[in-house]
């Protein structure tokens, strides 16, 4: 199998276009077409919108399709854990070519990606945009052009062909419900989001306030940005344990922010207070982490979506209508996804091997 595959970087250099086979290695991911062919089977939304593999037609021709990717960043494993999943899908038609840019976590960067991609002629864009609001002008080039766009994970509020996602609402009311059960209905919590502005830290934000309404007792301290990552959360998570004597648990949207939060509770001696975490992200390494105690839960949200979005774009160039795709609140359709279980220790060894990602867990530096 022939593909061609190429990569801009965030400098907007152009890697060279490159026929590759089925054993040379992709960009980003480092996988080869075989490899992807061999994880394929255990993406786990490969019967929603399926697709035979082979050649695309368009109006009963073999015609080459150029769809261009544009990723909030590749600075976080999840984000390359979704790019993998849509080289999976792209490596298994032979006439799919995929561009994929970096968006480098910066939304001048990413709307001047994607119309980067307009330029150079894509038949479609996927974006996984960085914020809502600010990838809106990109969002509008791409619709006037007459181009399908796909939108994953982050929403834009804008027209757009589709959006896919599993719920960060409901994800967050089943960790928040297991936080609250764990505190016996009262205790003091601090809170790390995600990204401020993007639509999973607005949603799971919404999703623990949804449960904390039937638990007045449980307070909630103070909230800050993390980011989605590790190292604003261990400054932030340092300011809070020394302004509050007393805190009982962290909500955080991420497991990097966890993982951060358990480091600065170390370094402030406060290990003896118990203070228990629970976060999302759904790798096996936060899976391990549920089991051994370390997280009192992790909200199950894969990355295992790209290969969604490749096969949406390829449904509307190839005239093929979209099954359970629904108007919402928001301009555009939806396609919703169906929740995974929240993981706990009741359930963490079912998981285990399902999730994202084949690094370890953090050591937990209060054991």
């Given at each position: ?25 992709q960009p980003i991911t480092n996988a ?67 561009i994929v840019l970096d968006g480098n ?263």
């Amino acid at each position: 199998m022939l593909k061609r595959l190429c990569l801009l970087t965030s400098a907007i250099v152009m890697l060279p276009l490159a026929a590759v086979s089925a054993q040379e290695r992709q960009p980003i991911t480092n996988a080869t077409c075989d490899e992807l062919a061999a994880r394929y089977d255990k993406l786990p939304f490969t019967d929603i919108l399926p697709l035979e593999a082979g050649p695309v037609l368009v109006d009963g021709e073999e015609k080459s399709i150029t769809v261009g990717f544009s990723q909030t960043g590749f600075n976080h494993p999840w984000r390359v854990s979704m790019l993998e999943s849509l080289q999976a899908e792209a490596c298994r038609h032979p006439n799919v070519e995929l561009i994929v840019l970096d968006g480098n976590v910066d939304v001048a960067k990413q709307n001047n990606d994607v119309r980067d991609l307009i330029a150079r002629g894509v038949d479609a864009v996927i974006m996984s945009p960085v914020e809502s609001a600010a990838l809106v002008p990109a969002s509008r080039a791409v619709m006037s052009e007459g181009l399908p766009l796909v939108v994953l994970d982050r929403d834009v509020p804008t027209d757009k062909t589709l959006f896919i996602g599993q719920s960060n609402v409901t994800m967050a009311e089943g960790v928040a419900e297991k936080m609250a059960e764990d505190l016996g209905g009262k205790g003091k919590i601090v809170v790390i989001t995600g990204l401020q502005g993007s639509s999973p830290a607005v949603d799971r934000n919404q999703g623990m306030l949804n449960v904390l309404a039937d638990y007045p007792d449980i307070e909630v301290l103070v909230t800050g940005d993390g980011q989605w990552i590790r190292e604003p959360s261990v400054p932030l998570m340092e300011d809070w344990l020394t302004a509050y004597p007393e805190i009982d648990a962290v909500f955080s949207h991420a497991e990097e922010s966890s993982w951060g939060a358990q480091l600065a509770i170390a370094r402030a001696n406060r290990c003896k207070d118990g203070i228990k975490h629970y976060t999302f992200d759904g790798s096996n390494a936060g899976f391990k982490a549920v089991k051994a105690g370390t997280f009192g839960a992790d909200g199950n949200y894969t990355p295992f979506i790209g290969d969604i979005g490749l096969r949406a774009v390829l449904y509307e160039l190839t005239g093929k209508e979209i099954p359970d795709a629904e108007d919402y609140a928001q301009p555009g359709k939806n396609l919703a996804l169906p929740d995974s279980p929240v993981v706990t220790a009741a359930n963490a060894d079912e998981w285990i091997g399902r999730g994202w990602g084949d690094f370890e867990p953090t050591p937990d530096p209060c054991l």
